[in-house]
């Protein structure tokens, strides 16, 4: 399984963006993705997740009501549409699937390569 993030780039704050993860191979296996993103200096931490569905998704309290999860099975791609940006916001987004709902790393088994986000004040 592969996946390819885009879509970042360098945005004021109050603006928004749009990330897409492209999935490919075996994904008959995945029925979770996520998003994490990582800040200089700091962990990955978990921003949100959907089941392969659609129905279900979690988010960090830190986004939650800003940003939105979404995805497209028949294109492999999901999304994360991120409105109201914050400078706080600013760091490398990546993508996860996996077989398991979780807000963990650990917890996805395939990862994408990353996407640069920053917010400027």
């Known amino acids: 399984v592969q996946l390819q993030a885009s879509g970042g780039g360098l945005v004021q704050a109050g603006g928004s963006l749009r990330l897409s993860c492209a999935v490919s191979?075996?994904?008959?296996?995945?029925?979770?993705t996520g998003w994490f993103r990582q800040a200089p200096g700091k962990e990955r931490e978990f921003v949100a997740a959907?089941?392969?569905?659609?129905?279900?998704?979690n988010y960090a309290d830190s986004v939650k009501g800003r940003f939105t999860t979404s995805r497209d099975n028949a294109k492999n791609t999901m999304y994360l549409q991120m409105n109201s940006l914050k400078p706080e916001d600013t760091a490398v987004y990546y993508c996860?699937?996996?077989?398991?709902?979780?807000?963990?790393?650990?917890?996805?088994?395939?990862w994408g390569q990353g996407t640069q986000v920053t917010v400027s004040s």
């Open positions: 996860a699937a996996g077989e398991y709902l979780s807000e963990i790393p650990r917890g996805y088994d395939y």
């Open positions: 191979g075996r994904t008959s296996s995945i029925y979770f």
């Open positions: 959907i089941s392969r569905s659609g129905i279900r998704t």
